[in-house]
């Protein structure tokens, strides 16, 4: 297991991915970070990305976390951003739980 970082074709973007090597190949997952919000309020968040196979993947992770907290109505949601910060996606809490 190692990461990598890979730039986009066409963009100027860079994502970092973890590569997994199995017995059936290598398997490239971009990571990204997923930090619980509160106004401009500084949160504690895991410091360690997580890998999910597209940012799709990581949209479902945060609705289902905002949807297990026991008041996610105290939060504006999770932002998902890339390994060198970027901010790709905001699920607000409302959308979770609607």
């Known amino acids: 297991m190692s990461v990598s970082v890979l730039t986009s074709p066409g963009t100027q973007m ?4 973890l590569i997994l090597r199995n017995p059936f190949g290598v398997t490239a997952m971009p990571l ?12 504690p ?8 196979t597209d940012l799709a993947a990581a949209r479902i992770e945060a609705i289902q976390a905002l949807r297990e907290m026991s ?8 932002e998902i951003t890339n390994t060198d910060g970027s901010v790709l996606l905001m699920v607000s809490t409302r959308e979770a739980l609607n």
């Open 71 to 78: 008041a996610p109505a105290a939060y504006d949601g999770i």
């Open 14 to 17: 860079e994502t970092a991915v």
């Open 45 to 52: 968040n895991d410091p360690e990305p997580q890998a999910f």
């Open 32 to 43: 990204f970070f997923l930090k619980l919000k509160r106004g401009s309020e500084d949160l």
